[in-house]
């Protein structure tokens, strides 16, 4: 087929016309589902603001803007006023949704419905519906996509070559064939579902009752709006996404068809071009056996790299490319042979990408590529994509997976990098472990406890069904093994004289003879210090001793019957129940390790290890098992619980901060393995 009859020119530049054409189609379907979105936390937002009224309304409750935690606890488990129930389910009606479902759990006795009931049906009909609207919006999309890019590249083609290629034109089979390809392993229909279902259950969370106690109605309100930003995020991301890859499957079976071999990738030239598109920029390939998201685009979420018909023979440097130029912003042009790499490389050109993050909210549980100054760039979706690939072959439930999944939502493109390369070292590791309690096997390298043992997420009163905290704290321990060969884990000459009873070598960088042990022995020690002489004052003062005060505690060395007495009195007084228990036992732990089970709060029913462990391990146990409880803390309680931490343990929750901050970063540039 004559394809060159045309300029090569000509061919690249309807290549980049019909990206423009396909994005301008794509826009439309966004636009509608920006809608969809915010209808439906809209209707949302309606429901919950009148379930609350109606409560304020009938049951004369005396708080105000707040809700106490007992008066939370109420309202959660209160029936719902019947006529309120039935305004309620004419709204759903009105809205298109079933409500047979909802009325076959509650076996129609509007008497058992409580407010939490109705609030998480709220949530799982408008997510139920507007999964069903997205996937049926995306159907349409992708067809209209298909169709256009298959009708525009046949134009292009039959305008360059003089030929009538009007029988060459995608029938219904297949464009039919092309949306149903996994091209990463799974259908669109399937990541639109598990984007709503992640949403969802975030949503649920808002409402729990340690969210709802002691906050007023409008941060509420504020963190669904949020979430609503987060939901419309995922959403444009995804379609974007998903239309580039079955853009690219178009255009590669159009090629096919008319007897063209080979593409070319051409990648964007700005400064928020991601690495892998970087690296891939003018490479060529066959079009026989091209892999979407291997081989051609897309190569990461909202990738913008496109695939174009290579014709052997001709002479791109006569072609020119358009660059956005990064010192003015100006567009440019460059000779069409000129890679990426080549471009930034020349001079007056920025030694790095300054590449910036959209505008979403904190908690989104997508993100973009992004960049730490002098540090390779981090794509989010990759690294959670590796991360569950590396758990793939251990036997997590449905739950487990979702729950598991939310927690990496949550972390930074950095953190999750760090996490990644931590995995490396699970293969060991066994999570469906049920003959004894977790623990951290150090001469085995490898983590065995189950999941499904969630005692500290049940006594807090989290909505995930996995021990995702005993996860973390354990692999923190596997964490703390593995940086010890390296420099984190140098011993201090000093610091081994200042310790010559601990014979024992060191097999851990959390070892108080290493710089870093060293400095959160030091702020755990000001911590359990600062809280025993607060217990003091306070028995003091009730005691009304006068003249004869009990003396502080400066040190934990030496400590009088009075001192242990007071501390844990003061302990069963202010945290007295099993929540509050569970929230503080990086600090009652601590305490007994500490002081080498002289203050025992375990036995006195908190949290913590024995007195046997807690003699045993002293303060190398007190470092050791506080940054395992940290990083659990850091990655998988709410802000609630770390505040509760926070408080009670300031300096070490600081120290520990940055101590994890500095490992983040050594992970950019480091493998995190055993030797």
């Not at 995306?138 to 009708?151: E, T």
């Not at 729990?208 to 419309?232: A, I, Y």
């Not at 598991?404 to 390369?421: A, G, I, S």
């Not at 959160?520 to 809280?531: E, G, L, R, T, V």
């Amino acid at each position: 087929m004559p394809v060159t009859r045309r300029s090569i020119d000509y061919w690249e530049k309807r290549a980049v016309e019909r990206q423009k054409t396909y994005e301008n189609v794509l826009a439309e379907y966004e636009n509608r589902l920006r809608y969809d979105y915010k209808q439906a936390f809209t209707n949302i937002e309606t429901d919950i603001q009148t379930i609350v009224g109606n409560y304020r309304k009938y049951t004369s409750q005396r708080f105000g803007v707040y809700l106490s935690m007992s008066d939370a606890q109420e309202f959660l488990n209160s029936a719902m006023n019947p006529e309120l129930y039935q305004d309620l389910l004419t709204a759903w009606q009105g809205r298109g949704i079933d409500i047979t479902d909802m009325l076959n759990r509650t076996g129609n006795y509007t008497s058992r419905i409580t407010n939490k009931q109705v609030i998480r049906s709220t949530i799982n009909q408008e997510m139920n519906r507007l999964g069903k609207n997205e996937v049926e919006f995306d159907k349409l999309a992708f067809r209209d996509v298909i169709q256009n890019v298959g009708d525009r590249t046949l134009y292009d083609v039959s305008r360059g070559t003089g030929l009538d290629l009007s029988m060459n034109r995608l029938n219904s089979d297949d464009i039919d064939a092309i949306m149903s390809t996994r091209w990463s392993g799974e259908m669109f229909s399937q990541r639109v579902w598990n984007n709503t279902s992640v949403l969802g259950d975030r949503m649920k969370s808002v409402f729990t009752l340690q969210q709802l106690s002691n906050r007023p109605t409008s941060e509420l309100m504020k963190e669904l709006v949020d979430l609503s930003d987060v939901g419309q995020y995922a959403c444009s991301r995804l379609i974007r996404t998903e239309a580039n890859a079955m853009r690219s499957l178009t255009e590669q079976k159009v090629s096919k068809d008319l007897g063209l071999k080979k593409y070319r990738i051409i990648a964007t030239l700005d400064m928020r071009t991601s690495e892998v598109c970087q690296e891939k920029d003018l490479t060529i390939g066959e079009w026989e056996g091209a892999e979407v998201g291997i081989d051609i685009p897309p190569f990461h979420p909202n990738c913008r790299s496109i695939a174009v018909d290579y014709f052997e023979n001709e002479d791109y440097s006569k072609l020119e490319r358009i660059a956005k130029d990064p010192v003015t912003g100006k567009t440019t042009y460059i000779p069409g042979n000129m890679t990426y790499d080549q471009w930034m490389k020349r001079p007056g050109m920025p030694n790095k990408p300054n590449i910036t993050k959209p505008k979403v909210a904190k908690s989104a549980p997508v993100t973009p590529t992004t960049v730490t100054p002098n540090k390779r760039k981090i794509d989010r979706d990759v690294e959670i994509k590796q991360i569950n690939d590396k758990h793939s072959n251990f036997q997590f439930s449905v739950t487990n997976k979702s729950d598991f999944n939310v927690v990496l939502n949550d972390m930074t493109p950095e953190q999750l990098n760090m996490y990644n390369k931590l995995s490396d070292n699970f293969s060991r590791n066994t999570y469906t472990y049920r003959r004894s309690g977790a623990a951290y096997y150090p001469g085995e390298r490898s983590v065995k406890m189950s999941l499904d043992s969630y005692a500290y997420e049940k006594k807090i009163g989290y909505s995930r069904q996995s021990a995702l905290s005993t996860k973390l704290h354990e692999e923190f321990h596997q964490l703390d093994h593995i940086l010890f060969e390296t420099d984190f884990g140098k011993l201090d000459p000093n610091l081994v004289r200042q310790n010559p009873t601990m014979w024992q070598p060191p097999r851990a960088f959390t070892d108080i003879r290493t710089p870093y042990g060293a400095k959160m022995i030091s702020a755990i020690d000001q911590d359990i210090i600062a809280f025993m002489n607060e217990a003091i004052d306070l028995s003091n003062a009730n005691s009304q001793a006068g003249m004869y005060p009990h003396p502080k505690v400066t040190n934990l060395v030496r400590l009088s019957k009075d001192d242990i007495l007071s501390t844990m009195s003061h302990l069963l007084t202010n945290y007295n129940d099993q929540k509050t228990r569970a929230q503080i036992s990086m600090f009652t732990d601590a305490v007994g390790l500490s002081t080498g089970g002289r203050i025992s709060p375990y036995a006195n029913g908190f949290w913590g290890h024995d007195n046997s462990y807690n003699k045993q391990r002293g303060k190398n146990g007190a470092t050791s098992e506080t940054w395992a409880n940290f990083g659990a803390a850091f990655f998988t309680d709410n802000e609630e619980t770390k505040t509760v931490i926070k408080k009670i343990m300031p300096k070490t929750w600081t120290t520990m901060t940055e101590i994890l901050s500095e490992i983040i970063d050594y992970a950019l540039d480091h493998e995190i393995k055993y030797k």
